[in-house]
């Protein structure tokens, strides 16, 4: 990874100053005083510089991190979906499409690689999700150090001044990051020049308003003020309590956990609170309260889920969001809750009637029923597929409350049912009721209608040789359905077929065609029936698109004339063969092509020539392609380092095993080299151990020799070395014993 500044110009400035101090006529101006100058680590260019800061947190939905931020554009991917972020418009949707989605499609990944940028606008460009996260769990936030909530007002300019107080240049600053670096570079500047501030200056606060400072002083009050009320405007003890209390709050973002994300918290008045998610409420009901100190506003929650609880510090909110940190944690809270339901008194009646609904308290008790709302005003509660349910009644009415729905005269769960209940959110297929403090959630489950159960389909696969495809038919219809009633399905070539129950078809897993048209009969146990098409489409596949994306090249170290080389053959496609129905090797591509006359044992095949090629003949579905293999014989010494260099750059810093032989199984471990105990650290996570190493200069070059590693996985280091490539953050390896097996380290620390 590379770093760079970008304080360039600042330089230039100063060497405008050389030139210009030569010069026969210069233009003189009044002496700029005490309360005029800017002056470097002063208050105000403190200020100034916290103002300016690239502002890391503006992005934390895509890196979770305040230190930085993640140059645009950037291509990330999300439950196979790709996106494009290019402004922080896209920043905003993408913020409400996480918004509503479930924990589980949340899942993001970078297209790397990637740069992010640092609140000194510094850039490092980021190769890998390992590299990114070192950076991210390496970041501890700095509260003095951006100020979000206020901007200057481009352009704006400072008059630069020599030692002798004459005008040398006038410097035009058009956006924050050449503001923040013509600061910067005050404090980098050996030379005698005063710079002062062109005033009038005006400022955007983060809520719109504007405001025009003349002097240092009143700039210096202007941005003081905007840094202590950023965020506390509305987020007072009392205003934050009241808004917990209206209604429920669903968690957007939580960075140490994203399977918080999805969450519902509802804050009763007696200050306790319980936790939801789909409805269902975990076992834990903790306590919650709102305290100030010092001006700053805290979230207390007493919480059986440990990491959840504990004290958060609010850092802005407004009516409908709460964010929140506590220590290097992040927690966004969206209120869900709506003050119209959008649902009248007849429309909740309709939807009701219409299907079955699911029911939770969070307790779990009603896991297997289901209500059905009758037009005159029965209630049926059904357990399972039994035809007798608990019989009750139920009613709507309007009060000041709200809607109540009211469940009446119940021959079971008169506890936990009967009375009045207050509906809080309504939607075609979801209806939240709360009576005190408990909650109920009624899902529709229209599904309890067979045949709402299935569609139309459409199957799509790969052609093979004769231009047909194999489709699964149970697999990818029937398989995917979860249908509590109970049916008969089966498959027809025609229409008339599937309408007159005959003719069914039997390969359905494995049924073969080159495209058309066939129908799914849906047969309920009263013999009522449906007929679903499904439509199947074949599409032209490069089934070796793997084999063809790269060149197979093995390589081994030169040792002596006169001896056999190894080669393990298989290493050279391992990432694409198990797509493969059959793989073998050739010594020529007359016999690959034929395939006659495979070479036996391909994982340790054995050449004396120093470079030749190999035919590999690959089969998917009837199909061959062949490709080739080639294998060098190389002067693994030219250019290597000495013993003595190998041992130094090995104790120097720590070591990170990013591949052996292709994969990085062991890429969790790190080593750490003791040069005078002869001690080799190796550590992740959870395990230690303390190994024996050492070098030694041989013909061939160095080795490296490992000893006692004991542990599981990692000892298969152990044993001798060649060190075949060799920079200050990367060594090669080649194992002695088998030259195929290979090791790269990688230097972990600057």
């Not at 210096?220 to 202590?228: F, H, L, R, W, Y």
């Not at 808004?243 to 008045?269: A, H, M, N, R």
């Not at 009603?366 to 209500?371: R, T």
């Not at 075609?428 to 389909?457: H, P, R, T, W």
Request: with cysteine.
């Amino acid at each position: 990874m590379k770093t760079k500044s970008k304080h360039l110009f600042i330089y230039v400035l100063f060497a405008l100053f050389y030139l210009t101090s030569c010069q026969d006529e210069i233009t003189e101006v009044n002496t700029p005083n005490d309360q005029e100058t800017i002056v470097a680590n002063s208050t105000l260019a403190n200020l100034m510089g916290r103002t300016t800061a690239n502002y890391g947190a503006a992005d934390d939905i895509l890196d979770e991190s305040s230190c930085f931020s993640v140059e645009l554009p950037v291509t990330i991917v999300i439950s196979d979906i790709t996106f494009t972020i290019e402004t922080q418009s896209d920043l905003d949707e993408l913020e409400n499409l996480l918004n509503y989605t479930t924990s589980e499609d949340n899942v993001l990944d970078f297209i790397f690689p990637i740069t992010i940028i640092f609140s000194d606008y510094s850039e490092t460009v980021i190769a890998n999700e390992e590299a990114l996260e070192s950076f991210i769990n390496a970041c501890v936030e700095d509260e003095t150090n951006a100020i979000d909530c206020v901007d200057f007002v481009y352009p704006m300019s400072f008059s630069v001044f020599n030692a002798e107080f004459n005008l040398i240049d006038t410097v035009i600053i058009e956006n924050d990051e050449s503001l923040y670096g013509f600061l910067d570079g005050l404090e980098d500047d050996e030379n005698a020049v005063v710079v002062s501030l062109n005033f009038p200056v005006s400022l955007e606060y983060a809520n719109g308003e504007t405001t025009e400072v003349n002097t240092n002083q009143e700039l210096s009050d202007a941005i003081e003020v905007a840094g202590d009320d950023c965020y506390d405007n509305n987020c007072t003890e009392d205003s934050v309590a009241s808004q917990l209390e209206d209604c429920q709050w669903k968690i957007s973002t939580y960075s140490s956990f994203p399977e918080f994300v999805g969450i519902e918290l509802v804050f009763y008045l007696d200050n306790t609170f319980a936790v939801f998610q789909d409805g269902s409420t975990y076992n834990v009901v903790g306590d919650w309260s709102v305290s100030s100190t010092d001006g700053e506003t805290f979230l207390n929650l007493d919480s059986g889920f440990e990491d959840l609880g504990g004290d958060w510090k609010i850092v802005e909110c407004d009516d409908e969001t709460i964010q929140f940190i506590k220590g290097e944690q992040t927690m966004v809270l969206n209120q869900v809750c709506e003050d119209d339901l959008n649902c009248s008194l007849s429309d909740i009646s309709t939807i009701l009637q219409e299907c079955p609904w699911d029911f939770s308290d969070g307790t779990g008790n009603f896991e297997n029923n289901s209500m059905i709302f009758n037009t005159n005003g029965d209630l049926q509660i059904s357990e399972g597929m039994a035809t007798s349910a608990i019989g009750g009644g139920w009613n709507l009415s309007v009060d000041e409350e709200g809607v109540i729905l009211n469940f009446s005269e119940l021959t079971a769960f008169q506890d936990a049912l009967e009375g009045d209940w207050v509906i809080v959110e309504c939607d075609a297929d979801s209806i939240v009721l709360v009576k005190g403090d408990q909650m109920l959630v009624l899902e529709q489950d229209c599904n309890s209608d067979l045949f709402n159960c299935f569609d139309n389909y459409e199957l799509v696969e790969c052609a093979n040789q004769s231009g047909s495809a194999v489709f699964n038919l149970n697999a990818e219809t029937i398989g995917l359905v979860d249908c509590m009633a109970s049916y008969i399905p089966s498959f027809h070539e025609t229409l008339i077929d599937a309408e007159t129950n005959v003719n069914a078809l039997t390969n359905t897993e494995a049924y073969e065609a080159t495209g058309s048209e066939i129908f799914l009969r849906i047969e309920a146990s009263n013999g009522d029936f449906e007929i679903f098409s499904i439509f199947l489409n074949t599409i032209e596949c490069n089934y070796f698109e793997c084999f063809q994306s790269f060149d197979a090249v093995l390589e081994t170290c030169y040792s002596d004339a006169t001896v056999l080389y190894d080669f393990n053959l298989p290493i050279a496609f391992s990432n694409c063969t198990p797509s493969a129905d059959v793989v073998s090797y050739y010594e020529t591509q007359s016999n690959a092509t034929a395939d006659i006359n495979p070479i036996a044992n391909p994982v340790s095949y054995n050449t004396a020539e120093l470079n030749t090629t190999i035919y590999t003949r690959v089969e998917i579905n009837g199909m061959v392609e062949i490709f080739p293999i080639q294998l060098n014989v190389v002067n693994c010494n030219a250019g290597s380092c000495t013993e003595g260099d190998v041992s130094g750059i090995l104790a120097e810093c720590q070591w990170n095993i990013t591949s052996y032989n292709g994969s990085d199984n062991l890429v969790n471990y790190n080593l750490a080299f003791e040069q005078d105990t002869e001690i080799v650290v190796i550590y992740t996570d959870t395990i230690t151990i303390n190994a024996g190493w050492s070098t030694a200069q041989t013909n061939n070059g160095v080795v490296i020799d490992f000893s006692n590693v004991a542990e599981p996985n990692i000892q298969a280091i152990n044993g001798s070395w060649l060190v075949v490539e060799c920079t200050a953050n990367q060594l090669v390896l080649h194992n002695v014993n088998d030259s195929s097996i290979e090791i790269v380290l990688d230097r972990t620390c600057e």
